[in-house]
């Protein structure tokens, strides 16, 4: 079955920067989607940014600007590079993938991102 291996997660102070790392695994094919999702405490989950396997982006306003997503060359691993991090970004992040228009949709585990001001 597909696994979903985070890392990167931590404690910046606002203005900083982190990258959080994906990694998809046991799937017979790359995703066709992969994105970052995050979750303030107390709040819904929300969409940060996605990343087809075409290259077709979709990011948060709030984010847009500040953060990038990319996948690696095989579309097996998301790289969410998060730049000028303010303290409203604290959440925590879950990678995201799916395999549309095949059923299956995973999720991460979450990496708890904090920003302090």
């Known amino acids: 079955q597909l696994q979903l291996v985070e890392s990167g997660g931590g404690l910046v102070q606002a203005g900083g920067s982190l990258r959080l790392s994906c990694a998809a695994s046991?799937?017979?094919?790359?995703?066709?989607?992969m994105g970052w999702y995050r979750q303030p405490p107390g709040k819904q989950r929300e969409l940060v940014a996605t990343?087809?396997?075409?290259?077709?982006?979709n990011y948060a306003d709030s984010v847009k600007g500040r953060f990038t997503l990319s996948r690696d060359n095989a579309g097996n691993t998301a790289y969410l590079q998060m730049n000028n991090l303010e303290p409203e970004d604290t959440a925590v992040y879950y990678c995201?993938?799916?395999?549309?228009?095949?059923?299956?949709?995973?999720w991460g585990q979450g990496t708890q991102v904090t920003v302090s001001s």
């Open positions: 990343l087809t396997r075409g290259g077709s982006a």
């Open positions: 995201n993938a799916d395999f549309r228009p095949f059923p299956g949709i995973y």
């Open positions: 046991g799937s017979i094919r790359s995703p066709s989607t």
